[in-house]
């Protein structure tokens, strides 16, 4: 373990993930605060949807955001004056955000999670952000190839976070947000009498949900609401199987770990999810609807196989995937 810093994490709120980072940190030493920059309360949040979120929805510039984004994290930054900055995502800052920490000469790395292609990021944000630690391996390489320092940091599970009581279901569950690669598949599921059931607000019919999505309708399959992360934990480690759906992306996403990580048995659509582990082994593998039927129906009826990959998996997370592991790989970026 490096000596201990003092580092300023400034995270979005994004279902609380920001803790187990903070947490993981912590525990390699470091005395660690937490800034989550989006988080908006009572009738903040209202202000920032009519705010913000509508006129960019009807085609508004998003510079307002930015504005007001980036004037947090900086306040938060000079407030702080921390030794490390770990600025996760950080698409929505201002330029003058980057150029604070800049002429600070502020020790800093960007964790990303998403695609480069789908953040606000410019080359002047990235060239200023410090090492890029993303989850998307090609990002990497493009990144690396234009000369600027990038890593590989996976996402990851938090195995010190409390998990609800599982309560055993016949369901094949998804808990996630609805793309259009997810609701083929899981439409296609049930029209294949496969006992689909998905978690989140894209899905729920609940009005209040509507409103949030902006939407009217909902789609033909069995749902329930967002559930807080233990209770998604829970629901995964509990159901027949759970499903993994990536669509376009080329980074795993933090479900790959955390599925394994609480002993669900997940069913993925990434062949190359061999990087992180043993596909049918630890996880199984479809390729389109028909085989993720099939495989939903062995978790049904092959029990030693389902057992076997609950166990593997979720030991191959534990030795390798935890926000500890990945804690270290930002920390090495940092004292490099």
Known sequence: MTAPT???????????YWRSLERALAGLGHDVTTVTYDEHRGLGRLAAKLGHDLPERLGGSDARRRAVL???ARTAVTAHDPDVLLVVKGDAFDDGFWELVEARRQRRVLWLYDELRRTGHTDASLAAAGPVASYSPLDVEALTARGLPAAHVPLAHDPDLPVGAPRPTDDVVFVGARYPAREALLTGLAAREVPVRAYGR????????????????TPGVPAGRDLP?????????GARATL???GDQDGVTMRTFEACGVGAVQLVDRADVG????????????DGVDEAAELAG????DRPWAEGLRRAGRARTLAEHTFTHRARALEALWTA
């Open 6 to 16: 003092r580092v300023l994490v400034l995270s979005p709120v994004f279902h609380g």
């Open 298 to 301: 062995r978790a049904a009826t």
């Open 202 to 217: 894209d899905w729920s019919g609940h009005p209040v949900d509507r409103l949030r999505t902006w939407r009217m309708g």
């Open 70 to 72: 980036g004037a947090r």
């Open 244 to 246: 993994n759906v990536h």
């Open 275 to 286: 990087r992180y582990y043993d596909p049918g082994a630890e996880v199984a593998v479809f």
């Open 229 to 237: 992360r233990p209770d998604a934990y829970a629901a995964m480690a």
